[in-house]
């Protein structure tokens, strides 16, 4: 069995438990310091701010990163990036034993370690990503992709309960202990995955922003990716207002809201890991447009569901889909990507939906404000079904334009960089080296997060 398995391979198993760790690091210490916040009488001000603070430099320090990412050999810029968020995690530590609560002083402090925190993130999960083609051979992409953003939801989910355990336990200050303590290990890690991507001299050709000006002139690419940022602007509306509609409209209790999050959770991970073993490269494109279909048909679903368990059914679906379209979306996006570049757009990717992700938030804020529940996923579930078909109707444009692929391939007319060589890889172990990086035009597959 552990022949035809992904865990046979070493490098693989450190990538997901690394790239899990990073992401359930990053989810307790904002957990453990929003608690603060609270218990502290900063008010919903201060606790969005808090949370606003994690999600900043994933947004706006894309571009930063993928350049860094791309220029930096994949080892040192993970054992780096962890041994940072190690430091940011100390530092809060230390504000907190020493700082006053009240204090604007600790406030800005913690608000500005939370910003650094986040800035380490922004590097690491480009650098994983970017990682995992050389991992494996070419043929088992997609199913490691699938495999990371499994392990990557579960570690989504459990975040949040395993800092309230840790600061129901040993209080705020013990969780960041717990956290920096982790931050180390991973820097182990890291420095233990024996594939190390090592970008060439020219491999930053193209500039900062190379990563947005490939998505802008692929236009499958570019058309996929205004297609998804514009659906999850459209989730995270109906996230902000789910709580509402299960526990106001349909009457649920705690528990109950708890488990249909969960089932949705479960879903996504089930999703990922079917798409990853029968999502073809030829059918990346198809999967993706009709996940983003199915999706917004499931939350007008949702909207009009007569009772808790028709939503929690409509809600699974909704995670299946989800789950696939990462994976699928992933995969075309790496299969599209030179490997020189691929630091950059992985970045450009993550800037792009942060960023759709928090104006999504404000805008379920104001939405909610405004109508009833059940109108408004109603109508963010129509929207989203617009979206798809203009995605669709785009995308099916695009495809068929001369000199521009389907499946897998590169499109002839992306961005050029200038004289990048792929990156090269490096394994201690003698004989041919498998990169996992094909010349353009080769079909390989990888997911972005």
């Not at 040192?76 to 430091?87: F, I, K, N, S």
């Not at 820097?187 to 020219?202: E, F, K, L, Q, Y």
């Not at 058309?223 to 459209?234: D, E, F, H, S």
């Given at each position: 069995?552990?022949?035809?398995?992904?865990?046979?391979?070493?490098?693989?198993?450190?990538?997901?438990?690394?790239?899990?760790?990073?992401?359930?690091?990053?989810?307790?210490?904002?957990?453990?310091?929003?608690?603060?916040?609270?218990?502290?009488?900063?008010?919903?001000?201060?606790?969005?701010?808090?949370?606003?603070?994690?999600?900043?430099?994933?947004?706006?320090?894309?571009?930063?990163?993928?350049?860094?990412?791309?220029?930096?050999?994949?080892?040192?810029?993970?054992?780096?990036?962890?041994?940072?968020?190690?430091?940011?995690?100390?530092?809060?530590?230390?504000?907190?034993?020493?700082?006053?609560?009240?204090?604007?002083?600790?406030?800005?402090?913690?608000?500005?370690?939370?910003?650094?925190?986040?800035?380490?993130?922004?590097?690491?999960?480009?650098?994983?990503q970017a990682l995992v083609p050389h991992l494996v051979p070419a043929d088992e992409v997609?199913?490691?992709?699938?495999?990371?953003?499994?392990?990557?939801?579960?570690?989504?989910?459990?975040?949040?309960?395993?800092?309230?355990?840790?600061?129901?336990?040993?209080?705020?200050?013990?969780?960041?202990?717990?956290?920096?303590?982790?931050?180390?290990?991973?820097?182990?890690?890291?420095?233990?995955?024996?594939?190390?991507?090592?970008?060439?001299?020219?491999?930053?050709?193209?500039?900062?922003?190379a990563g947005y000006a490939l998505l802008r002139d692929d236009r499958v690419l570019g058309?996929?990716?205004?297609?998804?940022?514009?659906?999850?602007?459209?989730l995270q509306v109906v996230v902000v207002l789910d709580v509402l509609l299960v526990r106001?409209?349909?009457?649920?209790?705690?528990?109950?809201?708890?488990?249909?999050?969960?089932?949705?959770?479960?879903?996504?991970?089930?999703?990922?890991?079917?798409?990853?073993?029968?999502?073809?490269?030829?059918?990346?494109?198809?999967?993706?447009?009709?996940?983003?279909?199915?999706?917004?048909?499931?939350?007008?679903?949702?909207?009009?569901?007569?009772?808790?368990?028709?939503?929690?059914?409509?809600?699974?679906?909704?995670?299946?889909?989800?789950?696939?379209?990462?994976?699928?979306?992933?995969?075309?996006?790496?299969?599209?990507?030179?490997?020189?570049?691929?630091?950059?757009?992985?970045?450009?990717?993550?800037?792009?939906?942060?960023?759709?992700?928090?104006?999504?938030?404000?805008?379920?804020?104001?939405?909610?404000?405004?109508?009833?529940?059940?109108?408004?996923?109603?109508?963010?579930?129509?929207?989203?079904?617009?979206?798809?078909?203009?995605?669709?109707?785009?995308?099916?444009?695009?495809?068929?334009?001369?000199?521009?692929?389907?499946?897998?391939?590169?499109?002839?007319?992306?961005?050029?960089?200038?004289?990048?060589?792929?990156?090269?890889?490096?394994?201690?172990?003698?004989?041919?080296?498998?990169?996992?990086?094909?010349?353009?035009?080769?079909?390989?597959?990888?997911?972005?997060?």
């Open positions: 069995m552990l022949e035809n398995s992904l865990w046979r391979h070493r490098d693989l198993r450190l990538a997901a438990a690394g790239r899990s760790a990073s992401f359930l690091g990053d989810e307790v210490a904002t957990i453990a310091l929003t608690l603060y916040a609270f218990d502290a009488g900063w008010g919903a001000t201060g606790v969005a701010a808090v949370l606003v603070a994690a999600a900043l430099p994933l947004a706006v320090g894309a571009p930063l990163a993928g350049r860094l990412v791309d220029r930096v050999d994949s080892r040192r810029a993970t054992t780096l990036a962890a041994l940072w968020q190690g430091l940011c995690a100390s530092g809060a530590l230390v504000v907190l034993v020493a700082g006053d609560p009240a204090s604007p002083v600790t406030a800005a402090a913690l608000l500005g370690l939370v910003v650094a925190l986040g800035a380490g993130q922004a590097v690491s999960g480009p650098a994983w997609p199913r490691a992709v699938a495999l990371l953003q499994s392990t990557t939801t579960l570690a989504g989910v459990a975040g949040p309960a395993v800092g309230g355990l840790l600061v129901a336990g040993g209080g705020v200050a013990g969780a960041l202990a717990v956290d920096a303590v982790s931050f180390g290990v991973l820097a182990v890690a890291a420095r233990a995955v024996a594939t190390v991507r090592r970008p060439g001299p020219a491999a930053g050709g193209g500039g900062t922003w058309t996929l990716v205004a297609g998804l940022v514009a659906m999850i602007v459209v106001d409209v349909l009457g649920a209790g705690p528990a109950g809201y708890g488990v249909v999050n969960a089932l949705f959770a479960a879903a996504m991970v089930v999703g990922a890991l079917g798409a990853g073993r029968w999502c073809a490269p030829r059918a990346q494109v198809g999967v993706v447009v009709g996940s983003v279909a199915a999706i917004a048909g499931l939350v007008v679903l949702g909207g009009v569901a007569p009772s808790l368990g028709w939503f929690a059914l409509a809600l699974a679906g909704i995670g299946l889909g989800n789950g696939a379209l990462n994976v699928a979306f992933g995969a075309l996006l790496a299969g599209r990507v030179p490997d020189a570049v691929r630091g950059r757009v992985f970045a450009a990717v993550t800037g792009a939906t942060q960023t759709a992700s928090i104006g999504g938030m404000a805008l379920g804020g104001v939405v909610g404000g405004l109508v009833d529940v059940r109108t408004a996923w109603v109508a963010a579930g129509a929207a989203g079904l617009a979206v798809s078909a203009v995605v669709a109707a785009a995308t099916l444009r695009s495809v068929r334009r001369p000199g521009v692929t389907g499946g897998a391939g590169v499109v002839t007319n992306a961005v050029t960089l200038e004289s990048s060589p792929t990156a090269r890889t490096d394994r201690p172990a003698p004989g041919p080296v498998r990169t996992g990086a094909p010349a353009r035009g080769e079909e390989q597959r990888l997911a972005a997060s």
